[in-house]
């Protein structure tokens, strides 16, 4: 297997159908391989397939809510490394009590972020801490 061409995997938990597809396109152009989830159990089935690097998850989820999603994961073999990120309409100080308790990378408000954070977002949680692109600005 040729490692240089390994894409990082990020799976989109997003009941918001068209915002999950411009993180996708987004973050697919700048190199990511993207899998998006709907639900909480569509959510927990291509997370467990896929093994991500990350995953972006919302916590108004139907079916089975985020908070939910993340202690299932984080209670079982395969989910229990999964970087997360949460990305919710709620406040932190609204959302389910814990949730930090779960180690997960950080939590964003999305009426805060552009499309731009997304990216940048991302690339900051799976970038290895010295492979940084070195742009030096004169």
């Known amino acids: 297997m040729d490692y240089e061409t390994v894409q990082q995997k990020i799976v989109i938990a997003e009941d918001n159908a068209s915002l999950a597809e411009i993180y996708k396109t987004r973050l697919e152009i700048v190199g990511y391989k993207c899998f ?8 927990l089935a291509v997370i467990e397939r896929e093994k991500p690097d990350l995953v972006l998850l919302d916590m108004m989820m139907p079916k089975v809510a985020g908070d939910q999603i993340l202690e ?6 395969w989910g229990k490394d999964i970087r997360v990120f949460v990305i919710s309409n709620l406040n932190e100080a609204d959302a389910p009590a814990g949730l930090r308790d779960y180690g997960i990378e950080g939590y964003a408000v999305k009426a ?16 290895p801490p010295g492979q940084d692109e070195g742009v030096a600005l004169e």
């Open 112 to 127: 805060n972020l552009s499309n731009d954070d997304i990216d940048n977002l991302v690339d900051k949680i799976l970038t």
């Open 72 to 77: 299932r994961m984080r209670a079982s073999e």
């Open 36 to 43: 998006n989830a709907y639900d909480g159990e569509e959510a």
